[in-house]
């Protein structure tokens, strides 16, 4: 018999690494750019928003309520939104490797979803 899959551990590892690569960005570009202030503060902005996912959703394990986990994934969808607009801008202006930021922004979409259906799963 094969091991069974904890999703919540699952998708807490996920988010996790998603900060772990959002601090590796934000890392780049102070070496890249600490004196182009656009791109520092789009990095700021980012390193807050990005690690911020995992954050929340470990705070959601010990929720209350189902009331009280919804708010607090809608809090990570919210995060995962501000993210994505980061990294958008990022993108526009070449403040990163193209394919880096664009492999981010995919993983940034996937979890969205996985966080739209999650709320769904919860408000049923």
């Known amino acids: 018999m094969g091991q069974e899959i904890d ?10 690494a998603y900060a772990s690569r959002v601090i590796r960005l934000y890392t780049h570009l102070q070496q890249q750019h ?3 202030d656009a791109a520092m503060v789009i990095g700021k902005q980012l390193l807050r928003s990005g690690t911020s996912v995992a954050a929340n959703h470990r705070e959601a394990k010990h929720s209350r309520s189902k009331a009280d986990r919804i708010a607090k994934f809608q809090i990570v969808l919210q995060e995962l ?3 994505a607009l980061w990294l958008e801008l990022l993108t526009e202006h070449e403040m990163a490797n193209r394919d880096g930021l664009q492999q981010l922004l995919e993983e940034t979409n996937q979890l969205i979803g996985v966080f739209i259906a999650s709320i769904g799963t919860l408000k049923r």
């Open 7 to 16: 999703p919540y551990a699952e998708l807490r590892k996920r988010t996790k």
């Open 81 to 83: 939104e501000e993210s």
């Open 34 to 36: 600490r004196f182009d």
